[in-house]
């Protein structure tokens, strides 16, 4: 096998919601494997620290406020940062309460931050790569959640089922100028957010429930990350990788 089909030299990445939690961790990955790193996010303190971490462990990058809701915000950055090769879509919020408890306010903060957001970053980005004629990675962090049903997450679910539409529409149009867009989904993740959660009845019936019987852990995405962003990837577009520990194969 040709393992340098794996290395991100000379490539530049865009990684939003990279302030902390999973767009920290991509960021990290992708500068660890050679890329320079655009970390984006609206707490541009935070990313300065999150930036200062990755190089002191060798990697590239720098910094740029975006606010994924804002279309405005969006064009701003796109328009300075100049053609791309690899984005990772990430930028994401959810609001947790029985769906006849959540209003519009809710339901327009998570589609407008979830979904509207990521498809115009992903063809501003798109319309960058297809002008600069080298072709690039888009990879859009999707869930299980826009696979498969729980209770609570109502706007959350439909935003991340959105996104796996938007994924393998957007990924058919732009094939043709060398431009590829797939998704990861993740399971549910071993994070110091749910850590709690986890040592409930209801966290320990929950992870029952899943076949590898674990949590997945941040670690778990960096191999379907790699893939996706790097040319070992380049005869795929339009896919979705799961990465859950089979939960979404469950039984009923």
Sequence with gaps: MNHAIFSLDDRRALVTGASSGLGYHFA?????????VVLAARREHLLEK????????????????????????IATVTESLGAIDILVNNAGIVREAPALDQGEADWDAVIDTNLKGMFLLATAVARGMR??????????????????????????????????????????????FGIRVNAIAPGYLDTELNSEFWQTDAGKAMLRRIPQRRLGQLDDLDGPLLLLASDASAYMTGSVLTVDGGHVVSTL
Aim: net charge positive; glycine share 16%.
């Design 50 to 73: 999150r930036a200062d971490d990755i190089r002191a462990g060798g990697g590239s990058c720098s910094v740029i406020g975006l606010d994924i809701a804002d279309g405005t915000s």
């Design 28 to 36: 990290k990955v992708l500068a660890s494997a050679g890329a320079h």
């Design 131 to 176: 002008d600069a004629g080298k072709g690039g990675s888009i990879i859009n962090i999707a869930s299980i959640l826009g696979l498969r049903q729980a209770s609570g997450v109502l706007p959350y679910a439909v935003s991340k089922a959105g996104v796996i539409q938007l994924t393998k529409s957007l990924a058919l149009e732009i094939a043709r």
